[in-house]
């Protein structure tokens, strides 16, 4: 019997959790091991209601996610400060990363909190470019990518992405490169400010690096980029320059975070990313803003089944994107680069339902020869995959020596439809928040086409299909279906509004119209607890010394109250 095998038996007689098996081979060794601890209590974001607006969505999910995380990790945290074994807590998704011994992670397993523990495994997160990329300069003009899906018609209607965020995580970005350094949200009119628009979850040198020293260096402050492939990303989603028209929506505004190093990471680098940007933070880690999560994350990245990626890490990724669309944020995925084959497309986090996964077509209209094709038939129910396809050969964009590039992958594609996100809710801004009604748009506006072959058990010729899902991305169509959109967000029409509701902690007072400034706080029987003023747009009032209960919000200066329930 294998050594694995026996310690796996040991295990289950006096615990309830679960070992992957990843993580047991990697424990036959005494040596420290990253591990993800996931633990059995997860939020419920049920209560979010669709109609509320991107900020309300956004600060709800905030407060419960944080708050649930709190309470359940509590006992582990205690055991590991014990052993002054350092780690790092998410509150994203419930789970903590840290790097343990075969011994403390018997004990962790034996805990009552803790649902399963899997291996934070290195990853190549970047996937292979196709062999042909090659470096160019072009004389000024607009992309073939960007004429192909109409995005310049929809700039001559004056939409060019204002108002918008989109972020990306990635290998990092070089943010005062001339095509992206304007539409940097850290970049006020020549003020930069670093504060809630970059974050590095780059701590340590990757075990997969060939290299032992970063050529950006660890936990940077500024963005950077020590690979190339985010700084084009970016490109492809925001840039412009007087001789190139590279981006989307060259209006919108980008940040970004460092989740790979040197074009590695893990499934821990990956959520960290993914949790700044649900509730953007100082440089110092502290001070959350969920008010400030963008609009629309791209993600041209992986975790690949041949390089070891957990298979228990699946759930763990997948509820990270769950929770983020239930806040409000579009997450759109690259398909990945395995070739034009049947169930190709087989990699976290493009085969979750919830990820926006694209393809990649070549300017002839044709599927590229690397782009990945469905179904996903290695996790839950069957699905079809990609979601829709977009520009991904040949996709000219900019690098962090200022040198512009042409390159070929999935990872071009994915921040075409980013910025085709931009677009729309920039065009209607009720649509900020409206997660699986802007992927609808996106989806039936698409100009299908018909696979060159069946992947089983979907015919090639149906709508969506393997190949192209629904299509080829078309941005002037998207964009006027968008304008069409009615929505309504709660309480939109009065002088003022507050969120989180239910709240655990911190309440959001946002001025809507008018002068109000000041404001009494009441109990369920409308006795006066306090007086809260502020001169600004907006207000965050700590109500963590108040006891579970309904409660009241009214301004002082109108008639206009509002109930709230803390928890």
Known sequence: MKPYILLFILISSSSQSQISSALLKKMETNQKIPVLIQFKQQADLSGINYNWSKEQKAAYAYQVLNHTSGLSQKKCQELLQSKNISFRSFYLVNALWTELTKETILQIAALEEVDRISYDSPQRGVPQQD??????????????????VGADQVWDLGIKGDGIVVAGEDTGVRWDVAAIKARYRGNTNGLIDHNYNWHDAIHQISPLSGNPNNPCGLDLKEPCDDNSHGTHTVGTMVGETAEHAIGMAPEAQWIGCRNMEQGNGAPSTYIECFEFFLAPYDLDGKNPKPELAPHVINNSWYCSLEEGCDT??????????????????????????DGAACNTLRHVPAIYDGSFSVGAFH??????????NGPVNNYKATRIKPNVVAPGSDVLSTL??????SWNGT???????????ALMISANPLLAGRVETIESIIEETAEPFVADFDCFPYSGTRIPNNTYGYGLIDALKAVKKAQLYVGTIENEAT???????????VLQIEI???????????DALGKEL??????????????????????????????????????
Do not use: C
Not at 131 to 148: C, F, M, N, V, Y
Not at 512 to 522: P, R
Not at 542 to 548: D, W
């Open 495 to 505: 002088a003022f509004q507050i969120y989180p509701n239910p709240v655990y902690d």
């Open 363 to 372: 300017p002839d209209n044709h599927i590229s020869n690397f782009s990945s």
């Open 400 to 405: 962090p020596d200022g040198q512009f590039a």
């Open 312 to 337: 228990t890490v699946f759930p763990i990724m997948e509820l990270v994107v769950e929770n983020l669309r239930k806040a409000g944020v579009v997450v759109v995925v690259s398909a990945g680069n």
């Open 530 to 567: 306090k007086r809260i003023s502020f001169n600004a747009k907006q207000h965050t009032e700590n109500l963590s010394e108040l006891k579970p209960g309904v409660y009241f919000i009214q301004s002082v200066s109108g008639t206009e109250k509002r109930s709230f329930v803390k928890m």
């Open 512 to 522: 809507l119209k008018g002068m109000q400034t000041e404001f009494v706080l009441m």
């Open 131 to 148: 062999p042909s990329i090659h470096l160019t300069q072009r004389a000024p003009e607009i992309t073939w990518g960007i004429k192909r």
């Open 411 to 421: 990872s071009m594609a994915g921040p075409h439809v980013a910025g085709l996100v």
